[in-house]
């Protein structure tokens, strides 16, 4: 299969939808780097329409991403350093430069610290222990990078290990069982049963190490990424089954915001609903995934001439864009603004922030590495 636009316009949306989704957390009552003098419980009922499916999707479309980029040159060696050149300096820089600011605004905001930001980099961040419950130092959101890089080694590794008859055969097993009706009823069976297995509910911890439930989803997302860039079977059934994936989301999510609206907290208050609640996660987030694949196969599979840039353009949103949340919501906190005005100015400042460090960095030959780019101006990077 050629380049697929649509996919690339997926991917594009959904980072761009993280920049909202990680606002709202400044005004939900779950817990974040920067909170707002005024919750507002009821924004917890919109992030629920994306919660249970925008991490998965980002890992599939970055697998989808990574067999494009296989298929380039086969070689596992060459395939794992090429990801490696492509990921580890940004995560590097991000944890050493673009992070500390985040952890620092938690401690003043939320934990009473009252050192200056200099002061709390050069003495307290590189610790490597624990300051207010926080590890540090920290990648806070570039664990996605991270877990990206290792999924990268892993599958290298499987490909070089395995007989190159035995995972042709498994590709056609799978294009086989998920030809049909399968592709919406196989995947959600397995995470509903991931749910179960973690009943009554463990959190996702980003330490890598301890975070095992969500590793048996996000991996099996990027290997099915994977699949799907080389499989004719898989897409048809998507292109014959998006819109009952569809319907699946919405029945899902009605169910999720239901509860969600009932039960306005931190906590649900039993253990029988926490696992209904699971269950329809797990209908909402396949359904949903299925369903943006497949409208993005129909509606958006053409070029523009601001995708190339946009693509681009996505991976160093992704690095600078929590910082500027948490920072401009963290100092907004002294001036005891009404939630709209908070919520434009952290918008605008964030939009703004991440277009600067984008048009500012891919000028700045040394830089490019360091916020994922390539060092060649005239060649458009790859996707995540």
């Given at each position: 299969?050629?380049?697929h636009y649509g996919?690339?316009?997926?991917?594009?949306?959904?980072?761009?939808?993280?920049?909202?989704?990680?606002?709202?957390?400044?005004?939900?009552?779950?817990?974040?780097?920067?909170?707002?003098?005024?919750?507002?419980?009821?924004?917890?009922?919109?992030?629920?329409?994306?919660?249970?499916?925008?991490?998965?999707?980002?890992?599939?479309?970055?697998?989808?991403?990574?067999?494009?980029?296989?298929?380039?040159?086969?070689?596992?060696?060459?395939?794992?350093?090429?990801?490696?050149?492509?990921?580890?300096?940004?995560?590097?820089?991000?944890?050493?430069?673009?992070?500390?600011?985040?952890?620092?605004?938690?401690?003043?905001?939320?934990?009473?610290?009252?050192?200056?930001?200099?002061?709390?980099?050069?003495?307290?961040?590189?610790?490597?222990?624990?300051?207010?419950?926080?590890?540090?130092?920290?990648?806070?959101?570039?664990?996605?990078?991270?877990?990206?890089?290792?999924?990268?080694?892993?599958?290298?590794?499987?490909?070089?290990?395995?007989?190159?008859?035995?995972?042709?055969?498994?590709?056609?097993?799978?294009?086989?069982?998920?030809?049909?009706?399968?592709?919406?009823?196989?995947?959600?069976?397995?995470?509903?049963?991931?749910?179960?297995?973690?009943?009554?509910?463990?959190?996702?911890?980003?330490?890598?190490?301890?975070?095992?439930?969500?590793?048996?989803?996000?991996?099996?997302?990027?290997?099915?990424?994977?699949?799907?860039?080389?499989?004719?079977?898989?897409?048809?059934?998507?292109?014959?089954?998006?819109?009952?994936?569809?319907?699946?989301?919405?029945?899902?999510?009605?169910?999720?915001?239901?509860?969600?609206?009932?039960?306005?907290?931190?906590?649900?208050?039993?253990?029988?609903?926490?696992?209904w609640f699971g269950?329809?996660?797990?209908?909402?987030?396949?359904?949903?995934?299925?369903?943006?694949?497949?409208?993005?196969?129909?509606?958006?599979?053409?070029?523009?001439?601001?995708?190339p840039m946009l693509?681009?353009?996505?991976?160093?949103?992704?690095?600078?864009?929590?910082?500027?949340?948490?920072?401009?919501?963290?100092?907004?906190?002294?001036?005891?603004?009404?939630?709209?005005?908070?919520?434009?100015?952290?918008?605008?400042?964030?939009?703004?922030?991440?277009?600067?460090?984008?048009?500012?960095?891919?000028?700045?030959?040394?830089?490019?590495?360091?916020?994922?780019?390539?060092?060649?101006?005239?060649?458009?990077?790859?996707?995540?």
């Amino acid at each position: 299969m050629g380049r697929h636009y649509g996919m690339d316009w997926l991917r594009i949306g959904a980072f761009g939808l993280l920049i909202f989704y990680h606002i709202g957390l400044v005004f939900v009552h779950w817990a974040y780097h920067a909170k707002t003098a005024h919750p507002m419980p009821w924004v917890a009922v919109p992030l629920q329409a994306i919660n249970a499916w925008r991490l998965p999707l980002l890992f599939l479309v970055s697998g989808y991403a990574s067999r494009a980029i296989f298929t380039g040159d086969k070689r596992a060696g060459t395939f794992t350093w090429n990801r490696t050149k492509r990921l580890i300096p940004p995560l590097l820089f991000g944890v050493i430069v673009i992070v500390p600011v985040q952890p620092w605004i938690e401690l003043v905001t939320q934990h009473g610290y009252n050192r200056d930001f200099l002061t709390f980099w050069t003495r307290d961040y590189f610790r490597f222990g624990t300051l207010g419950g926080i590890a540090l130092p920290t990648w806070q959101h570039l664990w996605f990078v991270g877990y990206l890089w290792v999924y990268t080694v892993v599958l290298a590794i499987l490909l070089t290990l395995l007989p190159v008859h035995f995972t042709s055969a498994l590709s056609r097993w799978a294009d086989s069982v998920l030809s049909g009706p399968l592709i919406l009823a196989l995947p959600i069976a397995l995470l509903i049963g991931n749910w179960i297995w973690i009943y009554p509910g463990a959190r996702e911890t980003h330490g890598f190490i301890d975070d095992w439930p969500v590793h048996r989803v996000y991996f099996a997302m990027f290997l099915f990424g994977f699949l799907l860039r080389k499989s004719a079977a898989v897409w048809a059934a998507i292109r014959r089954w998006w819109r009952w994936a569809a319907v699946l989301a919405v029945g899902g999510y009605a169910v999720v915001a239901s509860i969600e609206i009932a039960y306005l907290g931190p906590y649900l208050p039993s253990r029988a609903l926490w696992f209904w609640f699971g269950v329809a996660r797990a209908v909402q987030s396949w359904g949903a995934i299925v369903a943006l694949i497949g409208i993005a196969d129909r509606y958006l599979n053409h070029d523009h001439r601001l995708r190339p840039m946009l693509t681009e353009a996505v991976f160093p949103f992704y690095l600078i864009h929590q910082t500027i949340i948490v920072l401009v919501a963290g100092e907004l906190l002294a001036f005891g603004l009404p939630p709209l005005a908070e919520f434009a100015i952290i918008l605008a400042a964030t939009i703004t922030g991440c277009w600067a460090f984008y048009r500012i960095g891919r000028e700045i030959g040394w830089l490019r590495p360091l916020i994922g780019l390539r060092t060649r101006l005239s060649r458009p990077a790859a996707a995540i």
